[in-house]
């Protein structure tokens, strides 16, 4: 039979660049050489396309011409994490030149990469999720977005006046578009609040604010377009206070435990509840679902959608799936057939 020719795309514009060269990297590595030629593409972190001819020693040639490239394959694997990768615009592209392409499509990867946008779509889902407020960063101002969509324009002291009227500290301070938790700060009170709203609004003009969970952080994975299945329920134990870029990829004492030690309930919960997120933002091919279980009262609730997650030999979405059974190069293939334009 012959092979498929798979590109693997991946670095791209985004402050995610290098954590998505690791999941590229391990991708490529556990792609079945007797099923698959592979076409590794990097994007620079200003754009540039190249083809790498030599992933060791990092050898690479600038394309020329991209969309000839594209075309000549049989399915694109986008390895991306954040802006331009994982929010729809480069599902965007391979869609308009009829590429079968894996994971989400267009709708999913804007609706999972804007934070403020999935709060909409969970809500109205019914998902159990913290209290938030939406901001817009004006020039100097800010601007409150009430949940009708109201608006009104605000100094940052008067901004933080409302925000403290509605919701308890510890509050978690995000930019709408963000990935690996950079640009998010944690704020105990109205110093680093603000702080933390000046902070966020460096990478996004969007801005939401949570309250704080205090309790555990799980992640379950999903696979499939129509028919999805869960995987197992994984914990992640921060070494920081939470789990914040350095906690994620450079502490090593930051841990994760699969399966998590959770009740057979919770878990089936936890498990129904990914499935019903992936389909509310009309989820394709793959996702992780992210999750809080509240300690005083075991409630879950949901905190957001990656629907492109890291995918390193040791990051959660392969893990999750190998625990029940699939190893990592069978969940690429079956990402591969269940790819479409
Ligand atoms: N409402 C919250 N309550 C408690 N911890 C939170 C909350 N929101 C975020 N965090 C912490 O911040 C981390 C990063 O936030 P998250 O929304 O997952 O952003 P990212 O998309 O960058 O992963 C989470 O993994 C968690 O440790
Ligand atoms: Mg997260």
């Not at 391979?94 to 804007?110: N, Q, T």
């Not at 100094?155 to 509050?171: A, G, N, S, V, W």
């Not at 629907?307 to 190893?327: A, D």
Request: proline content about 3%; some cysteine; charged content about 25%.
């Amino acid at each position: 039979m012959e092979k498929l020719k798979i590109g693997v795309i991946f670095g791209g514009m985004s402050t995610e660049n290098e954590v998505s060269c690791v999941s590229a990297n391990s991708v490529i590595k556990n792609l079945d050489r007797s099923k698959y030629d592979i076409y590794p593409i990097y994007i620079s972190k200003i754009g540039e396309w190249f083809k790498v001819t030599n992933i060791i020693e990092n050898k690479k040639i600038l394309i020329d011409n991209i969309v000839e490239v594209l075309k000549s394959l049989d399915v694109v694997f986008p390895v991306l994490h954040g802006l331009y990768g994982e929010d729809g615009t480069i599902q965007g592209f391979l869609k308009l030149l009829k590429i079968p392409y894996v994971g989400c499509g267009v709708l999913a990867s804007s609706i999972g990469m804007d934070k403020v946008y999935t709060k909409i779509v969970f809500e109205k889902a019914g998902i159990n999720q913290t209290k938030h407020i939406y901001l817009r960063k004006k020039n100097d101002n800010y601007i409150y977005v009430d949940e009708k969509f109201n608006e009104k324009v605000l100094e940052l002291h008067d901004i933080t006046k409302i925000i403290i009227e509605k919701l308890k500290f510890p509050m978690f301070i995000k930019p709408s578009n963000s990935g690996s938790s950079v640009g998010i700060s944690k704020a105990n009170n109205l110093e680093e609040l603000q702080k933390a709203i000046i902070e966020a609004s460096k990478y996004d003009k969007k801005i939401l604010i949570e309250e704080g969970i205090i309790g555990r952080e799980v992640e379950c994975a999903v696979l499939g377009n129509e028919n999805v299945i869960s995987s197992c329920i994984g914990e992640v134990k921060s070494a920081d206070e939470f789990y914040s870029y350095d906690a994620k990829y450079n502490n090593q004492e930051s841990k994760t435990i699969i399966p998590a030690e959770i009740s057979e309930s919770k878990s089936k919960e936890i498990q129904e509840l990914a499935i019903k997120a992936f389909k509310a933002i009309d989820g394709k091919g793959l996702s992780r679902v992210d999750f809080f279980i509240e300690k005083d009262t075991e409630k879950v609730y949901i905190n957001e959608i990656n629907t492109l997650p890291g995918f390193t030999n040791i990051s959660m979405y392969p893990k999750l799936f190998e625990q029940i059974g699939i190893p990592y190069s069978l969940l690429l293939d079956k990402l591969i057939e269940l790819a479409s334009v």
